[in-house]
């Protein structure tokens, strides 16, 4: 017997109270007016454990990755835009780590992309920079210019 639920208004998932649909797998979404939305929790349980934050249809978590999988990787957005400030934006069980500021790559301290196989990669304003000791703070003075003067 199958039993999965969904609740609508004018034609679109939603619901204010709980979970706008419940699938008898275990997922589970919350959806005001169609879009994903919650603002204490995840607003989509996967059944395999997987869990990302939304609000009003946009990936968004403030306090913590706003995409958590089953295996451990994790994902950090604010307004829809990969990004941390504080650490890398995404974290890779295989221990791969990438750094994000408002959706573009960039990390002044270090790789902005580090692999577990291959080079790891340098990049200041999404921009890929190769990695030389003697020139990086350089680059670095100068990222944070065209980022000021908006160039």
Known sequence: MNTDQAWYVNGE????DGPAVILTDGYQSWQINGNFHRENGPAIEFANGDKFWYLNGILHRK??????YYDGDKEWY?????HRKDGPAVIRINGGKEWFINGVRHREDGPAQEKIFGEDSWYLNGKRIKYDPETWDQYVQECNIEHIMGI
């Open 13 to 16: 998932l939603h619901r204010e």
């Open 63 to 68: 306090d913590g990755p706003a995409k958590e």
């Open 78 to 82: 604010v307004n829809g835009m990969r």
